[in-house]
């Protein structure tokens, strides 16, 4: 597991404020903190330390965090902080502008300069929920007077780099039970590398990242590609390169460079095999046929599915159906191999 689950619940009614106040004073730079709701304040936070960068996942009741100049002068961490916003909407006043963020959103602060984020509806009772990501200025191949141009702005998390940084940031949130902490420091170096990768796109400064920064960002477009086109039977490795304008042996080498020596062909089998297998489980889906299933995968040849699928679980695709419908307390966990 990564990370601590921390909650205002587990604290008595009287002090969760002041908890959640002193806890978030810790994990960002020193600000001030109000809300409405501080008499019986709820929110709970994952604090995930992930080697060169702190993500959190966190939901709260609105609020509103100021940090002022006299706060900067006395304390400076040097870092940035970004912010995925998904349930909600946040007012941010910072380096000059004055601007609104919705779910999808995301948006950077310099602990350098004064900001005041206020939850929308200040005065409402629905929560705020998001993905806060805390690193230094120093491990950001951006020049800071570049970053300037981006502080306070509405980036998209919905679209391209965005999109695959936002998947990932909830995707931590959601696994981080799973995950082990010895996968902290890689995963958190491949959360820096898209962050690098989005703010150098928005500034148009790709040239300034570095090689390995470029190819990882690119292995995770190439990965959501694959993704995204796993029911094409057709999809295979000179597709993706076609799709991404690189030669057929870059496309391997740096996909085995990201992925543990994982090759692009094992990788698309494993996501379609566990893709079936998820659907496998769905007591929505036990009339459907098992070829059916196997098709919408893109694995057409029911022989070679049921081969593949046996080699992966230890049981053909039909007994592993009917043993994990039959009952949830002994529903199969999953086997494959990498």
Request: proline share 7%.
């Amino acid at each position: 597991m990564i990370g601590t689950l921390i909650q205002t619940e587990d604290v008595p009614m009287a002090d969760r404020f002041e908890f959640w106040r002193d806890l978030v004073g810790q994990t960002r730079s020193p600000h001030d903190m109000s809300s409405v709701h501080a008499t019986d304040f709820r929110a709970e936070l994952r604090l995930m330390d992930m080697g060169p960068l702190n993500v959190w996942p966190t939901s709260f009741q609105p609020s509103r965090f100021r940090r002022g100049s006299q706060q900067v002068r006395r304390s400076d961490p040097e870092t940035y902080h970004l912010t995925l916003l998904l349930e909600g909407g946040l007012g941010l006043d910072h380096a000059g502008r004055n601007t609104v963020h919705g779910p999808g959103d995301l948006h950077v602060v310099d602990s350098s300069r004064p900001y005041d984020l206020r939850s929308d509806g200040h005065g409402q009772s629905q929560a705020v929920r998001g993905v806060g990501v805390d690193f230094p200025k120093a491990l950001l191949p951006v020049p800071p007077d570049r970053m300037r141009e981006l502080l306070g702005r509405p980036l998209s998390g919905r679209e391209g780099t965005g999109a695959l940084l936002s998947d990932l940031l909830v995707g931590l949130g959601r696994r981080a039970e799973t995950l082990r902490p010895s996968d902290a420091p890689r995963l958190g170096a491949v959360v820096l590398d898209l962050v690098s990768a989005l703010f150098a796109q928005e500034l148009e400064t790709e040239a300034a990242l570095s090689l390995e920064t470029r190819q990882h960002a690119l292995v995770e477009h190439i990965r959501l590609f694959i993704r995204q086109n796993l029911h094409d039977p057709e999809l295979a490795p000179p597709m993706i390169a076609a799709a991404h304008h690189i030669s057929l042996s870059y496309l391997h080498r740096i996909f085995q460079q990201s992925c543990q020596g994982e090759t692009v062909a094992a990788w698309i089998r494993r996501q379609r095999l566990e893709g079936a297998r998820r659907d496998l489980t769905q007591r929505a889906l036990h009339g459907t046929p098992i070829h059916a299933v196997a098709a919408r995968w893109g694995l057409p040849r029911a022989s070679g599915f049921t081969r593949a699928f046996r080699a992966a679980y230890g049981l053909s695709p039909r007994e592993y159906q009917l043993q994990a419908l039959s009952s949830p307390a002994e529903k199969p966990e999953p086997t494959l191999a990498r």
